[in-house]
């Protein structure tokens, strides 16, 4: 089945400076990739995705790549700001049929500290 | 749009007892998904349905561990008896299955089963 691994599982950056998150999948079949934030306590909640039929997808201050070959895809946060201090988490699914199963990294801790 | 609804928010019981997590999924979606969140093992998929129908319940860790799906607007996650270690946080999502909709969480149930 498939597999995703993270890193890194913390990342502590100044206000304004960019942040990176790499994740790697096993299954070459994988061809939905979306991107989670979770707040302390709180649902997590999809702040953007990327298909396999695109290399990169941007929105405003965030961005996500993708490479297949390599089966890695990052995300890209620039300008960062406190309140992008979360839990960050990158999934992979094969939606087959539209039928879509997610499997998750472990999660990177993000601090944006002011 | 209420988004996905859970019941309880937290529920605390005594191992042994049964436990029943409810989800009521975002009107006019079609698939639904059950999570559960730690911090040793992350968010893992438990089971999932599709017009009401379990596709894949290969992330059920037990047979203490039952789901179900009456109708399209419910879903109950069982556990019985429950131990110690299920103590999780548990979230459903739900999504319209043969769209590029994303998976949408509920705010989870906090479970700690003494």
């Known amino acids: 089945g498939e597999n995703v691994e993270q890193h890194p599982s913390t990342l502590s950056v100044q206000e304004g400076d960019s942040a990176v998150i790499k994740c790697t999948y096993s299954?070459?079949?994988?061809?939905?990739f979306p991107w989670y934030k979770q707040e302390l306590g709180k649902r997590p909640q999809l702040i953007i995705d990327i298909r396999s039929n695109v290399g990169e997808k941007k929105d405003q201050r965030i961005a996500v790549t993708l490479n297949k070959t390599a089966k890695h895809f990052s995300l890209h946060i620039t300008e960062t700001q406190p309140e992008d201090s979360a839990v960050y988490f990158c999934a992979a699914s094969m939606e087959d049929t539209g039928f879509q199963k997610l499997v998750f990294g472990t999660g990177t801790r993000l601090l944006v500290s002011p | 749009d209420a988004g996905v609804i859970q019941s309880p928010r937290h529920e605390v019981t005594e191992m042994g007892q049964e436990v029943t997590l409810r989800c009521k999924p975002i009107s006019g979606h079609n698939s639904l998904f059950w999570y559960r969140q730690t911090m040793m093992r992350g968010l893992e998929l438990l089971i999932y349905?599709?017009?009401?129908?379990?596709?894949?319940d290969s992330g059920m860790p037990e047979d203490r561990f039952s789901a179900k799906m009456p109708n399209a607007s419910f879903s109950t996650l069982k556990i019985q008896p429950s131990e110690p270690r299920d103590s999780a946080v548990y979230f459903c999502?739900?999504?319209?299955?043969?769209?590029?909709?994303?998976?949408?969480f509920g705010d989870g149930t906090r479970l700690s089963i003494l």
């Open positions: 349905f599709n017009n009401n129908v379990p596709i894949d």
């Open positions: 299954d070459s079949a994988s061809n939905y």
């Open positions: 999502a739900s999504r319209l299955q043969g769209s590029n909709q994303p998976q949408h």
